[in-house]
């Protein structure tokens, strides 16, 4: 029941199923579901919810609390969650003293449950110190995070420069691990003590259960989480558990990045480039030649590249220090450096972020909303690619597409439905 109560709470799931095979070979259903336990970051949206839910109570927020307007949490980017996490963090008293008098002088019945529930509960309000104590720690994880997030979803991040952002963002995390927990306690108890509320954890006491202790146990080996202080059972079950998923989900996403530094460290830059010694360079661009291929073909020829590279190493410029640079340059060599130059369009075609697939889907937003319902996937299709390609379209003809668009229904006119429209083709702009 327990369970069923924390997905029934959680309202939003995901069912998951696998047959694992047991050490007698016989398939076994696993039934997993998964949820988000809602509750901190509920919190924060049951706040803006109430504050927004009309102009009465949106009038309360800005005279009593004026400042950082509160912000719905982001459904689709966690980093981008703090913004909603910011107002809360520095105007908690405010916000609380606002909720105060909606609890006391609401019109709304509902809106007063609302607001003495979030004012003054132990469990589901801001008027608890483990509330306060998430608060400064998703504010300083989700800090770090927004700050490289942007970073690396610029259009001309490259991959250099994205690893050594996401190499510093997990030694922060890393560090925030050993060091984070006393010094958000230290925060969060003065934000508890301005807004009058004890700086002390609130632990549920559980339910004793004795374990019969099994022929040869050790007795130091008893289950001792019963006797953990509230506070360490947070720090351990909270604080730990947050941050070292969030440095496992990074390592993942960095061990990838070392992966293409690996094969394409060498070109990342004109130092690293002029720093390394023939032998290294060599054996570099056998590296490169191997990783490229497949059945037996290459895109390069890895002793031909050490050939250019060497040469190309005397003739950059200074000015020149990032492979985008070097590919610029390249470009106006018309064709002097072959294999360098395939080279370097691979290394600069590896994703960084998928910024850009989130970028066409705004473009999706603004092309296919509530006026425009009913719209044709082929007309969408067409409008998109025109929305997202905006620079490439503004170079097109014009007069020759309406040219070439009117030769297409006169031959539609003409022939009838057997001419199509694969007859009409960018292949003959």
Same mark, same amino acid.
């Given at each position: ?170 030694? #922060?995390? !890393?560090?925030? &691990?050993?060091?984070?927990?006393? @010094?958000?306690? =230290? +925060?969060?108890? $003065?934000?508890?003590? /301005? ?6 954890? #609130?632990? !549920?006491?559980? &339910?004793?259960?004795?374990?019969? @202790?099994?022929? =040869? +146990?050790?007795? $130091?080996?008893?289950? /001792? ?205």
């Amino acid at each position: 029941m327990i369970i069923v109560k924390k997905i029934q709470d959680a309202k939003y799931f995901s069912v998951i199923l696998d047959s694992p095979p047991d050490v007698s070979r016989k398939e076994q259903l696993t039934f997993l579901i998964r949820c988000v336990d809602v509750s901190f970051f509920g919190i924060v949206q049951r706040i803006y919810t109430l504050f927004a839910s009309s102009t009465n109570n949106w009038e309360v927020y800005q005279e009593m609390v004026n400042g950082t307007s509160l912000k719905p949490l982001s459904q689709t980017r966690w980093e981008s969650r703090i913004d909603s996490v910011k107002p809360i963090r520095f105007q908690a008293s405010k916000i609380r003293d606002a909720l105060f008098y909606l609890a006391e002088l609401s019109d709304n019945p509902g809106h007063r449950s609302e607001a003495e529930s979030l004012a003054v509960s132990e469990t589901h309000g801001i008027g608890r110190f483990e509330f306060l104590f998430g608060m400064v720690i998703w504010y300083d994880l989700l800090s770090a995070f927004n700050i490289i997030s942007k970073t690396i979803q610029s259009e001309d991040m490259d991959l250099e420069v994205a690893i050594a952002q996401l190499g510093g963002l997990v030694g #922060y995390l !890393k560090d925030y &691990r050993e060091t984070g927990f006393q @010094k958000a306690k =230290g +925060e969060a108890t $003065e934000i508890a003590i /301005q807004m009058d509320i004890e700086p002390a954890f #609130y632990k !549920k006491p559980k &339910r004793l259960i004795k374990k019969k @202790k099994q022929f =040869g +146990e050790d007795a $130091e080996h008893v289950d /001792q989480s019963n006797t953990l202080s509230a506070e360490e059972s947070f720090r351990i079950e909270y604080f730990i558990n947050i941050v070292d998923q969030a440095i496992v989900s990074l390592e993942v996403r960095f061990e990838q990045f070392q992966y293409y530094e690996e094969i394409f460290g060498f070109l990342f830059g004109l130092k690293k480039l002029k720093s390394a010694g023939d032998d290294e360079l060599m054996v570099s661009c056998m590296k490169l030649e191997a990783s490229l291929k497949h059945d037996g073909n290459s895109d390069i020829e890895g002793k031909d590249l050490f050939v250019e590279l060497k040469l190309l190493r005397g003739v950059l410029p200074k000015e020149i220090t990032k492979a985008v640079d070097v590919l610029e340059f390249l470009k106006r060599m018309d064709g002097c450096y072959p294999n360098t130059w395939i080279a370097y369009r691979i290394l600069l075609t590896i994703p960084i972020s998928v910024a850009c697939a989130e970028r066409s889907f705004s473009k999706l937003k603004l092309i296919k909303n509530y006026l425009r319902s009913t719209m044709s996937q082929e007309r969408l299709n067409g409008l998109a690619l025109l929305s997202i390609e905006q620079d490439l379209v503004e170079t097109l003809d014009n007069s020759k597409l309406i040219d070439d668009f009117a030769s297409m229904k006169a031959r539609r006119i003409i022939f009838g439905d057997s001419c199509t429209d694969d007859a009409f083709s960018f292949d003959n702009m």
